[in-house]
């Protein structure tokens, strides 16, 4: 072998070399832009959603503090109305966060977190019952005494 086809040879290895390197170094790129990207497509969307949840629960709590507080009818209709509509805003989210479930344990989180809501539900039936009975100081009571049960789910 001559000299010059020496050195077409190893501008040929380097040039591979290169391009190996190359291909090697853009598959590893794309790679890592694929798991970083998923917290932008997944987990911050997710946590928007709870955050949502969270904040629609400090509403309806609200809400049932304002139930509580007034003797009007006229005004215990709308905080019913404002607690509807709440519970509609964090069911709906629920809902919507369930279909960005990426595993098993979120799924054992959320239906955790939904019997808490159920159980929250059915505490605040009650206490909305005796307010509209006019009965606030026992409906407060309950409240106070079912805070925990409340908490749970936000």
Known sequence: MNLSKQLYMMIFIMLLGISGVFFIGFTKMNTVYEETNYANV???????????????GYRLRLNIWEHISTEDTQSMKKSEEAIQKVKQNIDKSLSTYETMLSNDEDKALLNKDKEALAKAYTILENIMKLSSENKNQEAAKMLNANRPSLLAFT
Do not use: D, F, K, R
């Open 42 to 56: 997944n987990s911050l969307p997710s946590i928007n959603l709870l955050n949502e949840v969270m904040q629609n």
